[in-house]
């Protein structure tokens, strides 16, 4: 067994499935700029493991993961519009960094989804492979509660895999989509009971850990292959939308809502 345990990210290799942690089970998994460049390191070296054939991506405690960093949308509070786009422009690149790490990961990704995915939680779900949710987990987008659009790819992924008008029904309406629902319209390919969550994954990672491994990854290839360069080009649009929209009054409000636990009020105009 190989083992890396960094503070904020787990990776071990066992039998040639790896398994990444999100392990800040504290803040639900939110994910900080160190944790983007931890996550990004592993993945690097993940892509050229030549021992690794399914690569499991899971968080510690009871949620996947909470999205984005919410002590790091405090700060921006105080800062200009201008300082502001700055910290949020390398934020945001950090994180479609790791989002085209996964993609470009030549074995099967498999996502394992408890408690909730949040924000950007909802991205790495979606980019993964195979989706694994407990029962009880949702999925929730969060960013028009905040007052931004989304990042992380959502916007291409989210429609590639439940439609334009459901996504836009739950991007617009910040809609919760339960674990059911979810797997009734293809975000997730297995619910399972609760409790089974780590039994259910290592069924299939042990079926796919035994396939044919050149199959697989050419296979994985001629699937997303045209998907990967408009995936690119989509997040780069969202990283403009969201400076522009984290400029704005409403940006704050939502922010500020978020951390005061109440509905946004925005202006509306």
Known sequence: MEQTVEKLIGFELVDGVGYITLNRPNARNSINEAMFESLLRVLQRCETLDSLRVLVLRGEGDVFCGGGDIQFFRQLLTATPASRQQQLAGYIHSAHQVIAALMAIPCPVVAAVQGAAAGYGMSLACI????????????????TALGATPDGGLTYLLPSLIGEKRALDVLWLNRAVK?????????????????????????????????????????KKLVTERARSQLSQQMDQELNSFLTCAATDDFIEGVQAFLERRPSQFKGC
């Open 128 to 143: 993964s492979d195979i989706v694994i949710a407990e029962q009880g987990c949702q999925f929730i987008p969060a960013y």
């Open 179 to 219: 674990a059911e629902e979810a797997l009734d319209w293809g975000l997730v390919n297995r619910v399972c009971a609760p409790g089974l969550l780590a039994q259910t994954v290592e069924e299939i990672t042990a079926t796919l850990s035994q396939g044919a491994r050149q199959a697989q990854r050419n296979l």
